[in-house]
């Protein structure tokens, strides 16, 4: 039995603020509807789901006006709703799926035989064929949020409520996850409310959008209908929004108004045939990074995740790794970046690179040499912060490479005026919106210009703007002559950079199995010995 | 927002007062556990990574009791954060576990030590109605600690060393715990709340 | 976003010898020692595992003496097999509890009241045969302690633990699966502590001075407690966003106890038993109060 929806005035403030985190909203979604919910970052878009799902912790902040879900104020302890967040590893609950499937179901208080008997069928339902028993830290990104899913196929919900769950994992998953949504909303003819950057994932399955504003609704209706407005395009555009590929507004007549921010240089979306791919060959330059027969593993490993890898990366050259989930690209970019050891092999840095420091191999050098000369993006910007403030964090690899601090504070503000977080320079890094953290930390690596960057899937879940930022972020560092070395299932962020494809081998997955790759997760190191 | 309207004295700041409820929600109980395995997970970390330190302080071992008072850092932090009656006690306990599990030589008696190291971290909130959350209520706790933690110690592994030894352990560890697991607790809790990360807790707020 | 990092495990020596900054390395613990096969001893209900652990801990805690300590140590030992766990992967796992061990037996043979002859005596230092005597207790003592629960604990599922804790002992619902539901995240903050050494390495801050190690280690604590609280919360939404927290919540399976958990229970108590009855024997007991 599906429930309607309806907002009457609702907004949400958060404690620590004035202006509501949301809102203030009036809507209305028909039982069984299915809505994509877009806006820009900081429209609230997240609270408001959370908020239907009756999940805002209490303490936190403070409701006005009205939120109804099929008539009563949501509460997530009635069973009606289920909800699927963003990140996959934040939201398995037990070590085993067949006890994370039951979870919802034991909440609810179902008989036991009930759960063990839909135990199996949620998770056939979703794809995972897969024995109860099987471990959920073995599953990939993608299955996660399948397995997550299944959970809530076996609570039969009224209300699905969906925020960004493709944004973590890579494309082809992605509308694996996608399906597996649609097929728990078929089964359950719920209505489906969902966050997403991506339109193009959703825009043939949705029945209405819903265009979030920091001031209440922008734009609502049927998907044909939106993104076919031209008078909506701007809007939709400096939200940050993915134009479907078929829209024809945004490519043509759109910009002729002021361009967002960093947009303007080139179009969001595929770029195929810009003007890098003339101009690429005419500035390459010495070779900086050398690899001979290279294999990469993880520490421990008995096999390596990626081998017999020759390449020679020049400056001013783009390189993209690519491949298959689980084909060693992390491995073999941490590998080029000195910070894993070579399995068997050499990464060797060249002349140009080396600049003084005495080893030829990069995992050779001090740590403060190395981030002088190649640079690392990790897939999770939080992890690479040290400082307290953004000034700071940029600061900090100019000061490490022997900067001078009138040369240091210049640098500090190109980059703040280029990331468009002047006015956040004093902000904890940490406190930063997912998009200004992901601009934040490549920055941060490009600061002491680097000679290589590199950087491991840096455009998983951002939003145009941002990729488009990010895209213009790489460009300035290839004209200035670095490499960059990119691990990336993006096609169009490649072909945006300009990039050459190298394609990591395609091994069988039972090989993967036995040596226990990256991407799966299996806390097996020691069952592989 | 009843709260607005508080005198503004660096105790009354909206960062040091208590949550609307006592009544624990699912993210108290999820952030204290997560809290103690983060803990136990660098306690473990630091013994490894410290055993050259440690063999310094082996020179005159009750010298290793100035160092000893950050082994009570979970009771103090996680009260800081939380807030609820019994934070302290449950995130030092989950803390031990874990390095316990991890392996520890103390083996299970230090499900005992975190017992007892948490409920004295836990007896100074108690005694203040969990309704005042500041520096020195916090430094009080962590000293307490760290009191429970030497006298157990002593009785528990120290048994044989002579009285004016486990004396000089006790104050060592006392001095830490106050310096280490009560102020520093206290700052850490403060660096954390700056990074926005405690926006569903009373202790989140930064004015 | 997620980190792509297998729980791996770095062992200390290759590390050493390869890395130029030797920072921290992490053996994996969410992985604990592997159970290879099913013994009767591994599908125990874990509260006797537990039991077991607690009871030999009291044969072993309450005096300091060579033969109670022994007798415990030599039965845990012997009784390993009995548990289906991985041998090797147990060694493995419990190299560095002798190190440990030694360093209280150290601080014993240094401060204890020195009586009978005197054996070393080097400047500060005089060891006597009643403070070494007393230090081998130690010795003994801590890695008696240490073992039975380590390895106990690693045949644990800490599922069928929560349905033990909740059906038996009938401690709250809420808080043991919401302990249990965190437990899980351990194995990926130790991944996640993996990544933060390498990102330290790349920011430049890793090596250099103790001033700067000890700086760059605990910018690298303060992240993972800021990223795991921020996990802890999303966790706790997608918890409840599961009706978690209704009352009246079913469990899918029974916890129950056997015969085999009889026999594990007495056998742990004879052990006790026969280690301070033969402390008696031997007059060595020595109680650690009073």
């Known amino acids: ?529 | 927002m009843p709260k607005t309207t508080t005198p503004k004295t660096t105790s009354a700041r909206a960062f040091t007062s208590a949550p609307k409820s006592k009544q624990w929600r699912v993210v108290d109980y999820v952030t204290t556990a997560v809290l103690g395995i983060a803990v136990g997970l660098v306690f473990w970390v630091l013994a490894l990574s410290w055993k050259v330190l440690e063999l310094a302080f082996q020179a005159f071992p009750p010298s290793i009791g100035l160092i000893a008072g950050l082994w009570v850092l979970a009771g103090p932090l996680a009260a800081a954060i939380i807030r609820k009656p019994g934070a302290a006690l449950l995130c030092e306990l989950i803390a031990a576990i874990v390095e316990a599990v991890l392996g520890s030589h103390f083996g299970a008696t230090v499900l005992l030590s975190g017992l007892l190291q948490g409920l004295g971290a836990e007896l100074v909130f108690a005694a203040f109605g969990y309704r005042r959350f500041t520096l020195w209520v916090t430094a009080a706790s962590g000293m307490l600690a760290a009191a429970f933690m030497a006298v157990s110690e002593n009785i528990m592994y120290n048994a044989e060393w002579q009285f004016g030894f486990q004396a000089i352990y006790a104050v060592c560890a006392i001095v830490s715990g106050l310096v280490i697991s009560g102020i520093g607790a206290w700052f850490a809790y403060r660096a954390i709340a700056a990074t926005g990360a405690l926006s569903s807790f009373a202790s989140g707020r930064l004015r | 976003m997620t980190v792509s990092v297998p729980v791996i495990a770095v062992s200390e020596s290759l590390d050493q010898r390869t890395r130029p900054s030797p920072e921290v390395s992490v053996q994996d613990p969410g992985q604990l020692i592997p159970v290879v096969r099913s013994t009767a001893v591994a599908r125990c209900n874990p509260l006797t595992k537990i039991g077991v652990a607690l009871i030999l801990m009291f044969g072993t805690l309450l005096s300091i003496d060579l033969v109670s300590a022994g007798v415990v140590l030599l039965a845990s030992l012997l009784a390993l097999p009995a548990t289906g766990l991985d041998l090797a992967a147990a060694a493995r796992r419990l190299w560095f509890l002798p190190a440990g061990a030694l360093l209280a037996a150290w601080g014993t043979a240094l401060l204890a009241e020195k009586t009978g002859d005197v054996v070393v005596e080097f400047g500060p230092l005089l060891f006597t045969t009643g403070s070494l005597s007393a230090a081998a207790a130690i010795f003994v003592r801590a890695l008696a302690l240490a073992i039975p629960l380590i390895v106990l604990a690693s045949t644990i599922d800490p599922r069928d633990l929560a349905d033990a804790l909740v059906q038996h002992l009938r401690l709250p619902e809420v808080v043991v699966v919401s302990v249990l539901a965190a437990s899980r995240l351990l194995g990926l903050l130790v991944s996640e502590w993996q990544v933060l050494s390498m990102a330290r390495r790349a920011r430049g801050v890793a090596g250099g001075s103790l001033v700067r190690r000890t700086n760059s280690l605990f910018s690298g604590v303060f992240v993972l407690l800021v990223v795991s609280i921020r996990r802890a919360t999303t966790l706790a939404m997608a918890m409840e966003g599961r009706s978690f927290g209704r009352p009246g919540r079913t469990w899918r399976r029974r916890s129950t106890f056997g015969f085999r958990d009889l026999v594990v229970v007495v056998s742990a108590v004879s052990v006790c038993v026969f280690a301070i009855g033969a402390a008696h024997l031997f007059g060595v007991w020595n109680p650690i109060i009073g």
């Open chain 1, 1 to 529: 039995m599906a429930l309607p929806i309806t907002a009457c005035g609702y907004s949400w403030t958060h404690a620590d603020r004035d202006e509501p985190a949301v809102g203030p909203l009036d809507l209305q979604i028909a039982a069984g509807e299915r809505v994509l919910l877009l806006g820009a970052s900081g429209a609230g878009k997240s609270t408001f789901l959370h908020a239907v799902a009756g999940v805002l912790p209490e303490e936190s902040g403070e409701p006005a006006g009205e939120l109804l879900v099929g008539g009563e104020a949501p509460d997530p302890r009635r069973g009606s709703t289920g909800l699927v967040l963003q990140d996959p590893d934040s939201q398995v609950i037990f070590s085993r799926i067949g006890d994370d499937v039951a979870f919802g179901m034991e909440n609810l208080g179902l008989p036991a035989e009930v759960v063990e008997a839909r135990i199996p069928s949620s998770l056939r339902a979703l794809g995972l064929d897969l024995p109860p028993e099987h471990p959920s830290a073995a599953l990939s990104g993608g299955q996660k949020q399948r397995l997550a899913l299944a959970g809530i196929h076996a609570m039969a919900p009224d209300v699905i409520v969906l925020d960004e769950p493709t944004a973590n994992i890579d494309p082809a998953s992605a509308t694996e996850v996608r399906d597996a949504v649609l097929t728990v909303q078929a089964e359950t003819t719920a209505t489906m409310l969902v966050v997403e950057h991506r339109v193009e994932l959703w825009i043939d399955h949705v029945d209405q959008v819903i265009v979030l504003g920091r001031d209440g609704i922008v734009a609502q209706g049927p998907p044909g209908q939106l993104f076919t407005d031209p008078e909506l395009t701007d809007t939709l555009i400096d939200c940050g929004i993915w134009m479907p590929q078929d829209s024809p507004a945004p490519r043509r007549g759109g910009l002729s108004a002021p361009p967002p921010p960093r947009s303007a240089a080139h179009q969001v979306g595929p770029l195929s045939g810009s003007p890098i791919e003339g101009g690429r060959s005419g500035r390459l330059g010495e070779v900086l990074l050398r690899t001979d027969q290279l294999s990469a593993a993880r520490p421990r490993m008995r096999t390596p995740a990626a081998s017999d890898l020759s390449l020679s990366l020049r400056s001013g050259q783009a390189l993209g790794l690519v491949g298959a989930n689980g084909a060693g690209k992390s491995t073999t970019a941490l590998t080029l970046a000195g910070l894993l050891p070579e399995f068997s092999g050499q990464v060797l840095a060249e002349a140009a690179l080396r600049e003084g420091a005495k080893r030829t191999r990069p995992f050779a050098w001090p740590s403060k040499q190395l981030a002088a000369r190649i640079g690392m993006v990790f897939q999770e910007p939080a992890h690479q912060f040290l400082t307290s403030s953004v000034a700071a964090e940029l600061e900090l690899g100019p000061r490490l490479a022997g900067w001078s601090a009138a040369e240091a504070q210049a640098r500090v503000a190109e980059l703040l005026g280029g990331l468009g977080l002047t006015r956040l320079a004093h902000a904890h890094p940490q406190s930063l919106s997912g998009g200004e953290k992901r601009r934040l930390s490549v920055a941060a690596m490009l600061a002491p210009r680097p000679r290589v960057l590199i950087v491991d899937e840096p455009t998983f879940g951002q939003d145009a703007l941002t990729w488009a930022g990010l895209v213009e972020m790489f460009r300035d560092a290839l004209d200035y002559g670095s490499a960059v070395v990119a691990v990336s299932h993006d096609h169009s962020f490649l072909e945006a950079i300009g990039a050459d494809l190298l394609e990591l081998g395609d091994r069988s997955s039972a090989e993967r199995v036995a040596d226990c790759q990256p991407d799966d997760r299996v806390s097996a190191g020691d069952r592989s010995e």
